[in-house]
């Protein structure tokens, strides 16, 4: 019996150093992906506040993600424009959001794209594609020119990844060396990015 106990005891002993291993390497996944860093940039909250600022801008989403099964990590916008305003500069607009996603201290650095979606009126005619080739974010022809869909809507990849074979053509390597360490320093807002109409 004391025999039994024992094999049975030696089992789950096992069985917990396995979970707690896996649990350890579940956690942390991806420990080469920088993440949560002590200084530079701003919180995610700081510039929360800071788009707050910009008059008939709504900005849905703003937010980095954790790694997928590929070890892959984004940043996401998804903005609104209110139909009394409109974007004055949209260079100047892709700039802001690409550095401020880049200063974004308290979560993991984006290795993978920086995802920018904006929905204004249709008639504004504005391509993110075209506008992030004007700033110099996308290397001209990688990326599809969709135009601006029914409902206003115009979205734009900027690719700050390095590892993948397809990084250098869609601009990653070039990025990452103009965006410097990250995080970045935070970005002040513009002037006169987003005006009444």
């Not at 989403?61 to 070890?71: H, L, W």
């Not at 005619?125 to 080739?133: G, H, I, R």
């Not at 001209?140 to 869909?149: I, L, M, S, Y």
Request: charged share 20%.
């Amino acid at each position: 019996m004391v025999a039994k106990n024992l094999r049975v005891s030696g089992v789950v002993s096992i069985g917990l150093a396995m979970m707690i291993t896996l649990t350890g390497c579940l956690s942390n996944p991806y420990p080469e992906i920088p993440r949560f860093a002590k200084s530079g940039g701003q919180t995610q909250a700081e510039l929360d506040t800071k788009l707050t600022t910009i008059p008939g801008m709504v900005v849905k989403r703003a937010a980095g993600s954790k790694p997928n099964v590929k070890g892959n990590v984004g940043y996401r916008y998804e903005v609104e424009i209110d139909p009394q305003f409109r974007v004055n500069d949209p260079v100047g607009l892709v700039d802001f959001l690409v550095k401020s996603a880049w200063s974004v201290r308290d979560g993991y650095m984006p290795n993978s794209d920086i995802s920018i979606g904006v929905t204004g009126l249709p008639e504004d005619d504005l391509d993110y594609v075209a506008v992030a080739e004007q700033a110099g974010w996308v290397p001209p022809g990688t990326q599809t020119h969709r135009g601006v869909a029914e409902n206003g809507y115009s979205g734009v990849q900027v690719w700050v990844g390095t590892q993948s074979p397809s990084s250098e053509r869609w601009g990653g390597p070039v990025n990452r060396e103009r965006l410097g360490k990250w995080p970045g320093d935070a970005p002040d807002v513009p002037e006169n990015l987003v005006v009444p109409r």
